[in-house]
């Protein structure tokens, strides 16, 4: 993986704290990575833990510094594949129908290469049609959904809805990657 440029996104679900584990799991295999965190991943993992992990500044807001350039532009062309994880309710629900009205949105529909997204929620959350019907569409787009685990969930229920492993996570950005040429 060295020298290939991967785009991880961090949504708010209690799962954005395994993202740091796959963050670096990359770098350790030789991939340039760069961040984009939700507002709401920022109030669950501090920005700084994927900064010194990387070595790369965190984005989190559309306008860059002085608002006048176009970060979502210039982050979707420089990376190979992008990482949705953990992707909550919400991203699935905005991928879906193409909603735009954060940085992380925004980069998902100006991105042109593939998309991986490993879903993480409320094992109720996951069974709802609507989300099930979201992830049957993002499907159909293109995206590839790395499926939840079962097991126990920080709400205290079990069932599915863990994010999956960041090893399992990892392989599959690997392996993806091998089919894209450098």
């Known amino acids: 993986m060295t020298g290939r440029e ?5 949504t708010g679900g ?3 704290y395994k993202t740091a584990a796959l963050v670096s799991q990359l770098v350790q295999a030789g991939a340039g990575v ?4 939700t507002r709401s991943a920022t ?5 700084k833990t994927f900064e010194a992990l ?4 965190v984005s989190t807001h559309v306008f860059g510094p002085g608002g006048h350039s ?4 210039e982050l979707a062309q420089r990376a190979e594949i992008l990482c ?9 629900a905005k991928a879906a129908c193409g909603i735009a009205d954060d940085l992380l949105s925004t980069i998902l529909l100006s991105f042109d290469g593939p998309v991986l997204m490993a879903p993480a929620m409320n094992c109720e959350m996951w069974r709802k049609p609507a989300v099930q019907r979201n992830v049957a569409q993002v499907r159909a787009d ?10 126990y969930l920080s709400c205290g229920m079990i069932g599915p809805g863990r994010m999956a492993d960041p090893a399992t996570i990892f392989h599959a950005i690997r392996q993806r990657l091998e089919t894209v040429t450098a």
């Open 142 to 151: 293109g995206v590839a959904l790395i499926d939840p685990e079962e097991g």
């Open 84 to 92: 949705i994880a953990p992707a909550t309710a919400n991203i699935l």
């Open 34 to 37: 760069t961040v984009v965190m």
């Open 70 to 73: 176009h970060p979502h532009i």
């Open 54 to 57: 990387t070595g790369r500044p």
């Open 14 to 16: 209690i799962a954005a």
């Open 6 to 10: 991967v785009l991880i996104g961090v």
């Open 43 to 47: 109030r669950l993992i501090g920005p």
